[in-house]
C-alpha cells in the first residue's frame, strides 16, 4: 500500500513541480539566449542555449513518460509562463548592453545638460526645430544599468523634457566615461576578443 500511496505521491505532486521548475529554467535561459543574441554576445549564448535544449529534454521527456496525468500538461504550461515572467525579470536585473537617451527640450537646457556632464555622462547637444519651434536635443550612450539614474537626473532638472530610450546593439570603444564597464569584467573580454 505504502508503495502505491508513493508512487501516486511521486506521479501526482512531485513530478509536476520539477516540469514547473525544469520550464521556468528552460524558458528563462531561453529568454536570456534570444537576448544576448540580439546583441550580438557570440560566446554566452550557445552556452547557455546548450543548458536551455538539455533542460527543455528533461522537462519534456518527463511529460512523455507520464502521458496520463494531465497535471504535467498544466504543469508544462505554467512552468513555460512562470519562465517568461522570470526570464524578463531576471533580464532586467541585469540590464545587459547599452541604450542611447534622447532628449528633446523646448526651454533652456543648460542646467540639465550640466548635471550630465558632472555626472561624467558623454552628452551630445544639438539645437533643431521642433513641430512648435526652436529645441534643444540631448544625446547621451549609457549602460541600461544607469537608465534610472539618468532618467531621475531629467525628470528633476528639465521634468516637461520629452526624452525617448533606444536599445543599442553595439558601441565603439570610446572615452565617453560612464558607457563602458570597469576594466578587467567579462562584458570586457568578450568585446576585445570580437575585434
Known sequence: ??????????GT???????????????SLGTLRIILVSKG??????????FEVLVWIIAIGQVMQNLTNPIN????????????????LLEGKLALGQVIVRVISKRDASELIEVLK??????????????????????TVIKRSQVGKVVNIIKEYNPRAFYSIEDIRYVSETNFGTILPEKGSWFRRTQNKKK
Open 118 to 139: 558632472t555626472a561624467k555622462y558623454g552628452i551630445t547637444i544639438v539645437d533643431a526645430i521642433g513641430s512648435t519651434g526652436p529645441v534643444h536635443m540631448i544625446f
Open 1 to 10: 500500500m505504502d508503495n502505491i500511496l508513493n508512487a501516486w505521491y511521486f
Open 41 to 50: 554576445s557570440k560566446s554566452l549564448a550557445p552556452f547557455l542555449g546548450f
Open 13 to 27: 505532486i512531485i513530478v509536476p513541480i520539477l516540469i514547473i521548475l525544469a520550464k521556468i529554467i528552460d524558458v
Open 73 to 88: 500538461y498544466v504543469a508544462y504550461a505554467l512552468g513555460f509562463a512562470l519562465g517568461n515572467y522570470f526570464g524578463i
